[in-house]
């Protein structure tokens, strides 16, 4: 005998999570944040926030400033991102937003003799490649030595040339290739290999009298 109570239909299938922005590459983050999704451009931020804030500290030898610029560029890349030509690498479009703005704070203090050049201040990250001078395996006995040799390269960096310490951050302690550098600076390779070598040059001069 019926009962009159119907049973309840199946719940329809779950369906298949979306893949977090976290898995996807550079160039999928951007085009999934053109299509509306919000949270990629977080991922953005949260993927190259800390590496340009190095980036433009060891460039222009303010930690304070850096986080200003490293901002603006942030909302630069807002701005413009629709405009970025998802052919190209991400890091590198970002990287030269970046290098163009930390350009622009040396042109600027140019004019002020007081803040021409400041010295780096010792805020390198460990997590980071700073040039390796001391046994890397970090004996208790080695940490006075290197925490002193990591003020000399600072300071060593900020003597160099703007187009030269430029070149030589990217190199030597970001770890970016001929290529990307010239993508960067819109230089050639041939000037890039130039100002670089001059760059390890004259960094040699600075340091080398120096370290023990």
Request: hydrophobic fraction near 40%; charge should be positive.
């Amino acid at each position: 005998m019926s009962t009159g109570i119907r049973a309840a239909p199946p719940p329809p299938p779950l369906a298949s999570a979306a893949p977090s922005v976290r898995t996807l590459g550079d160039s999928q983050v951007v085009a999934a944040y053109l299509a509306g999704e919000v949270r990629a451009f977080d991922e953005l931020v949260e993927r190259y926030q800390r590496r340009l804030l190095n980036f433009v500290f060891r460039t222009i030898g303010d930690r304070e400033r850096a986080e200003d610029l490293v901002q603006e560029v942030f909302i630069r890349v807002h701005r413009h991102l629709h405009r970025f030509d998802q052919t190209k690498k991400f890091s590198t479009w970002i990287y030269t937003i970046a290098s163009n703005l930390a350009k622009n704070e040396l042109r600027n203090r140019s004019r002020n003799p007081l803040v021409l050049f400041q010295t780096i201040k010792k805020n390198w990250e460990s997590d980071h490649r700073p040039l390796q001078f001391e046994d890397p395996h970090y004996r208790p006995d080695d940490l006075f030595r290197k925490r002193h040799l990591r003020e000399l390269v600072e300071w060593a960096v900020a003597q160099l040339p703007e187009h030269h310490r430029i070149v030589f951050v990217l190199r030597e302690l970001e770890g970016k290739t001929y290529e990307e550098i010239a993508e960067i600076t819109d230089c050639n390779l041939g000037t890039v290999k130039s100002r670089l070598n001059r760059a390890r040059h004259r960094f040699a001069q600075i340091i080398e009298p120096l370290v023990d």
